[in-house]
């Protein structure tokens, strides 16, 4: 119970620790401008997200307006000024200076002025890497069409997949493509992830049933809860959490690191100790580490210098 409580004091709180700002219109800032260079590569009408935040960049004069939060509230802002490289963070909205069209004095919002969003492509996936001025990756941002099933589709893979066996042997495996699963009832297959806090929750309803899902470094855990569909903040542990291990061999995700960089919210889906091991495993590597497991290693050193402070 008192686990189950931490959990949404945690959520919670998290979503509350987001600034929230006042709600101003995009529709400005639909001018072209000439200080866009006609090689800059054009992030604009669309939505990037690192899992968790996300932001729609609109063109102005001299760079993208970006303005997001999320799915609680508001409370991002910063410009996109482009570069020979990409990108380079700065103070202003919808400009950063008072001879761009429709300016107005702004901020940088979670950052500083000076990062670097540089575009990259992998696996002809297109993506903005977020640098430090130290040159250190601090963030993974993909486009997104839909930031709840975004997260869904972050949750399904990176918290429930896998092959299990229970306690008695029967075998449980959740898809990691879409919400399904076999083993955990005999009726049902398909289940639905709830909003809690206006996000998705590690929760999954099967059938008249719920279970909030824990990864751990053996498996998941699953946690019979009581949910009263009126109330968002009522989610009782209803008995104890059933420890799934998964079987040898399987998916457990964490090969994906050497095929794409993660973004920090799918990172932390893993544990403290997976993600350790994953760090020590790419950093034995040396100069032999490719540019996707450099980028995902300094996530995880900044994920874990996060959590010492």
């Known amino acids: 119970m008192n686990d189950l409580k931490t959990y949404m004091t ?5 979503l509350l620790t987001v600034i929230a700002i006042a709600a101003i219109a995009l529709c400005a800032c639909q001018t072209q401008g000439n200080k866009i260079g006609a090689n800059a590569t054009d992030i604009g009408g669309k939505t990037w997200t690192d899992g968790f935040e996300f932001f729609t960049a609109t063109k102005c004069d001299s760079g993208f307006n970006c303005e997001g939060g999320t799915l609680h509230e508001g409370g991002l802002l910063l410009m996109l000024v482009p570069t020979e490289e990409g990108f380079v963070s700065a103070k202003g909205f919808r400009g950063v200076d008072k001879n761009d069209s429709d300016y ?9 002025e000076g990062e670097k969003f540089l575009p990259k492509n992998f696996n002809n996936k297109t993506m903005l890497v977020r640098y430090d001025k130290n040159g250190k990756a ?6 997104t069409t839909g930031m709840l099933e975004t997260m869904k589709a972050d949750i399904i893979r990176y918290v429930f997949s896998g092959e299990y066996t229970k306690p008695d042997g029967t075998k449980v495996v959740f898809s990691a493509d879409k919400p399904e699963v076999t083993g955990l009832s005999a009726e049902v297959t398909k289940y639905e992830i709830p909003t809690v806090y206006d996000m998705p929750g590690a929760f999954v309803i099967l059938g008249k049933d719920v279970y909030k899902i824990d990864r751990i470094e053996e498996g998941i855990t699953v946690t019979p809860v009581k949910h009263d569909p009126q109330d968002e903040e009522l989610w009782e542990e209803a008995g104890s959490p059933m420890t799934l291990k998964r ?3 399987s998916d457990d995700q964490t090969g994906n690191l050497s095929k794409e ?3 920090t919210s799918q990172l932390q889906y893993f544990t403290k100790g997976e993600r350790q091991k994953l760090l020590d495993a790419i950093k034995a590597k040396g100069d032999k580490a490719s540019e996707i497991e450099t980028i995902n290693m300094q996530l995880l050193e900044k994920i874990a210098a996060d959590e010492t402070e």
Not at 104 to 112: D, P
Request: proline share 4%.
């Open 10 to 14: 945690m959520m919670k709180k998290t």
């Open 104 to 112: 107005w004095e702004g901020f940088v919002f979670n950052g500083e």
């Open 138 to 143: 601090i963030g993974v941002y993909y486009e």
């Open 247 to 249: 079987v040898a061999g």
């Open 261 to 263: 960089p993660l973004t």
